[in-house]
């Protein structure tokens, strides 16, 4: 596995270029992007929502977050659905929120006890999952509202979302300014581009957080879909779900997803590892590790709606979360209770705890560098 963020940088530079340079040979594309007012926080700040729609993928984006709010897609019939769990309005989002489509940042998942040492000196962190530090804090950049910018490149739609993160914020070193791009393309793909400098050395793992339900969202659980990763190892945690420093083969074990089968096959086996998470909250290490550009690493299919989505990423893990600690105290936007089970996660990232595991792919960023990384959603049916 090539541990070097350089390669993820060049690669997904280079992976932007040829993408703007394709748009342009095209003159017409989806709808321009729609601003409309989705509330106010409890300070006055107005949080706006943008509506984008190309290729037959239809989306709602809030500036609170990077909130992926809703993401409809057509079944084998030509039905569009909305497949991401989250909420009507803007006091929920703030309450009570299991990181519903948010982006995550500065660190996504989880940094043992939320300290970590960076040329010699210690950091601590907001801790906020029991003694761990869980994406980026108690106010990481899932609850920052973000300056956001509409475009259209040739065939393509977006938004341009930026976030400065100043020196010291949840305990991270550097000022980190992010700024991270939703493209809706005219094939109907949501790619995300993610982009980040620093003033100071830091760590760095951005993500995003949409909760997956192929059938659509409030319509039960996901057990049926079928998964496939293409991962032969993946990373045991210890009882707070930090990676114990292991790469552990998936043969033989629940883990085992190189071929597709349905998520709720193995879920409820007795495996020490399943039990500790009550399903799957893990990460994959995948098989092709760094690469310069996004390569696919995972299918979900939901055998009754015939949808489809396709992960590509340059990035060295996925974080597959069953959605095991929705409990039924949470009213989606369809109206409906979420239950354990009802939407899922395929986070494209580095590894958790890489800051205090020498032998996992480095996630330290410094000035004059840029972090970049590239994954793709490509929907079908």
């Not at 309450?95 to 995550?104: D, E, M, V």
């Not at 949840?170 to 980040?196: F, K």
């Not at 409990?327 to 395929?346: A, I, K």
Request: aromatic share 8%; with cysteine; proline share 5%.
């Amino acid at each position: 596995m090539e541990l070097s963020r350089r390669t993820v940088i060049a690669g997904a530079a280079a992976g932007v270029t040829a993408a703007a340079v394709a748009g342009t040979a095209h003159a017409t594309g989806g709808r321009k992007p729609v601003k409309t007012l989705f509330g106010k926080l409890a300070d006055g700040t107005k949080v706006h929502s943008w509506s984008l729609e190309n290729g037959g993928t239809r989306m709602r984006v809030l500036s609170y977050g990077g909130i992926v709010q809703s993401l409809e897609v057509p079944d084998r019939r030509g039905r569009h659905a909305n497949v991401s769990l989250g909420f009507d309005d803007l006091a929920d989002y703030v309450a009570s929120s299991p990181y519903f489509g948010a982006l995550i940042g500065r660190y996504g998942n989880r940094i043992d006890k939320g300290r970590f040492t960076l040329d010699g000196t210690d950091h601590q962190l907001s801790v906020n999952d029991g003694e761990n530090s869980l994406h980026g804090g108690a106010r990481g950049f899932d609850k920052r509202v973000w300056d956001v910018e509409p475009f259209t490149a040739g065939p393509d739609v977006g938004l341009r979302l930026y976030h400065t993160s100043v020196d010291g914020e949840m305990g991270y070193p550097g000022t980190l300014r992010a700024t991270v791009t939703y493209t809706l393309t005219r094939d109907g793909d949501w790619r995300i581009d993610y982009e980040a400098t620093t003033d100071r050395a830091t760590v760095v793992n951005l993500t995003s957080h949409v909760y997956w339900n192929l059938a659509g969202e409030g319509s039960g659980g996901i057990e049926d879909h079928e998964l496939t990763i293409a991962a032969s190892r993946y990373t045991p945690t210890d009882a707070g779900l930090i990676p114990t420093g292991e790469l552990a083969p998936v043969a033989g074990t629940p883990f085992d997803f190189r071929r597709a089968k349905p998520i709720g096959r193995d879920i409820r086996a007795a495996h020490p590892q399943l039990i500790t998470a009550q399903g799957f909250d893990h990460n994959w290490v995948l098989d092709k590790g760094i690469t310069d550009r996004p390569e696919h690493v995972a299918t979900l299919r939901d055998p009754s709606s015939g949808r489809t989505l396709r992960i590509a990423t340059n990035e060295p893990g996925l974080q597959f979360y069953s959605g095991n600690f929705l409990d039924g105290t949470l009213t989606g936007t369809g109206g409906r209770v979420y239950r354990q089970g009802d939407g899922l996660c395929l986070e494209t990232q580095h590894f958790p705890d890489s800051p205090n595991q020498p032998s996992f792919p480095s996630t330290v960023l410094r000035p004059g560098e840029t972090y970049r990384t590239t994954t793709v959603h490509s929907f079908g049916s």
